[in-house]
């Protein structure tokens, strides 16, 4: 089981912050979960098609990281600065 933390404009738009999730297979990576999580509806694949960050254990990492039981991930936008 994993952690999943959305945050910013990604969390409003899939109206949730945060989730646990039973991964599938010892060789689950980033791109495995944002693939399964994008196949939930038309709502989480819109969102994840957009530029997204990802973070494994508070700090980021690229799409085939590799997930492990209790490892927190979290998804958010890129900042932005002005």
């Known amino acids: 089981m994993i952690k999943i933390l959305y945050f910013a404009s990604l969390a409003e738009a899939l109206n949730c912050s945060q989730e646990e999730f039973e991964i ?15 196949a939930r509806n038309e709502q989480w694949q819109q969102a994840f098609e957009k530029n997204i960050i990802s973070a494994k254990n508070q700090e980021t990492c690229k799409a085939n990281a590799i997930i492990q039981d209790k490892d927190e991930i979290a998804f958010f936008p890129p900042v932005t600065g002005g």
């Not at 599938?24 to 994008?38: M, V, Y």
Request: without cysteine; negative net charge.
């Open 24 to 38: 599938q297979s010892q060789n689950f990576t980033i791109e495995n979960l944002i693939k399964e999580l994008s």
